[in-house]
């Protein structure tokens, strides 16, 4: 079971809690038909993912055989068997088909069809091309924002989008930054298109993108007034520490060549996230 667990990379279904963000933000998650529609969007979200990171590991076999960590995939460990893979991907799949045209409109369909076909043309060709490689990854977390808004009919606003394209920027350069660094370049295409000091440099533009749109967000009339409240401009500090603390363990320590890795591992930011929530949360159904 484990084996299946680890081709399907749960651990990486971390990311899909995105699709919660909509209904978070919107003060309405502990309602009940709320948060289970954002649930069932979880699942089905998080399978699509699994399902593509099988199709991405079936074709690069033969390289993560030669990659230092990948080979100890599933699939190129010979863990588990092509045959097996491909006859795991029918049930998952019908999973999400089913799913999807009993609990989703059409609208959230055609973005978990758009965030699939994305990731194939990544997994085939895209993500071989610098800049546009992790221009997708930031993509697919908006997707996943996108999505939880459309299953939960909630309008999610482009603040909301823009901060989380940059945040998953973030996160997608550093981890290039640290897989230049940490491994060898011949392990992916798309690290000969980039130098540290480029990464250094986009990582800081990001950053500050980020950190920009945050407060001008948080102080902005439109949200005061959705929220009912002029002190979301305090949940900064936590947002600020946290990107400091990514920025540094990746310039001086070199440990974001896993994303998932660094946030499951990392107190320091966790901690961050953890006070950002409960700070929200405060704001949001306490007032």
């Known amino acids: 079971m484990m084996k299946i667990f680890n081709l399907l990379r749960v651990h990486q279904w971390v990311k899909n809690l995105f699709v919660f963000l909509p ?27 699994s399902i593509i990171y099988i199709i991405n590991d079936y074709k690069d076999i033969e390289k993560d055989k030669l990659h230092p960590v990948k080979k100890h995939r599933p699939l190129a460990s010979g863990a588990i068997s092509k045959q097996l893979a491909l006859l795991l991907l029918i049930p998952f799949a019908a999973f999400v088909v089913i799913g999807a045209f009993y609990f989703l409109s059409i609208q959230a369909i ?15 060709y895209l993500k071989n091309i610098p800049i546009v490689d992790v221009t997708i990854i930031a ?26 394209f940059s945040l998953a920027l973030i996160l997608a350069l550093g981890k290039r930054r640290g897989e230049l660094v940490l ?37 902005s009339a439109e949200v005061i007034k959705n929220f009912g409240s002029d002190y979301l401009y305090v949940t900064t500090l936590f947002v600020l520490m946290g990107l400091l603390r990514y920025l540094q363990q990746s310039v001086v320590f070199n440990k974001t060549e896993s994303p998932t890795k660094f946030l499951y591992k990392d107190h320091f930011v966790q901690l961050m996230v953890f006070l950002w929530i409960v700070s929200f949360f405060v704001i949001i159904y306490f007032k």
């Open 110 to 124: 055609l973005v978990l069809v758009a965030y699939f076909l994305m990731n194939l043309a990544y997994t085939f």
């Open 183 to 219: 491994m060898p370049t011949n392990t992916r295409k798309a690290l000969q298109g980039y130098t540290v000091e480029f990464l250094n440099i986009a990582l800081t533009i990001a950053i500050s993108i980020t950190l920009v749109s945050y407060i001008m967000y948080s102080v």
């Open 23 to 49: 209904a978070f933000f919107s003060g309405r998650l502990l309602e009940v038909s709320f948060f289970t529609e954002s649930l069932i969007a979880f699942f089905l979200f998080s399978f699509t993912a």
């Open 139 to 164: 993509l697919g977390f908006v997707f996943r924002v996108l999505f939880g808004g459309f299953v939960a009919v909630i309008l999610v606003s482009k603040w909301a989008l823009l901060l989380t």
